[in-house]
């Protein structure tokens, strides 16, 4: 049996998500539920819900990689709640967790969580135009180690599809 590919997407949480970065999320994860992917998030509010709820209505499953002890601090999308107690050392699990990730808008925790990816080698693609760091790092390296270049796609369908066919089976 193959295992089912799990995508982790990232970017805002709650208090600082835009409008942008909320309904392009919610579209990827629309779309991974079409492609019959795994949604791995951090599993709270802001991107981390939007693609949950996508996927949630797309059909889909999610996993929510939270930061507290109390699953019930999960938001209403996750079909599965994994409650690390760790806090936002589980940026490392999320990121390990994943075999691809979409970075939507984002800031210092996404960062982490990207960072974590591309020192294991797992590809990266940011959406343009939802601010954050999916913006400021597109098209980079993150070191002169050029582990992984942040592929960068301009629609969620688009983001979806290239981080599906960069994954390494």
Do not use: W
């Amino acid at each position: 049996m193959v295992r089912r590919k799990q995508i982790l997407v990232v970017g805002y949480g709650g208090d600082h998500c835009t409008n942008v970065a909320y309904d392009t999320a919610y579209q990827i994860g629309i779309e991974l539920a079409k492609s019959g992917v795994i949604l791995i998030t951090g599993g709270l509010g802001g991107v981390m819900e939007a693609a949950s709820h996508g996927s949630r209505e797309g059909g889909g499953f999610v996993i929510g990689i939270i930061p507290q002890e109390e699953k019930r601090k999960a938001n209403a999308y996750c079909d599965a709640v994994i409650a690390t107690g760790i806090g936002f050392a589980r940026d490392f699990v999320t990121a390990y967790s994943a075999d691809a990730v979409i970075v939507v808008g984002g800031g210092v925790g996404s960062l982490i969580e990207i960072s974590a990816a591309y020192h294991n080698g797992i590809p990266i693609v940011a959406v343009k135009g939802t601010g954050g760091i999916a913006d400021q790092f597109a098209k980079q390296y993150l070191d002169d180690r050029q582990i992984v270049r942040i592929l960068q796609e301009d629609s969620a369908q688009d983001a979806v599809r290239r981080a599906i066919v960069s994954i390494k089976e």
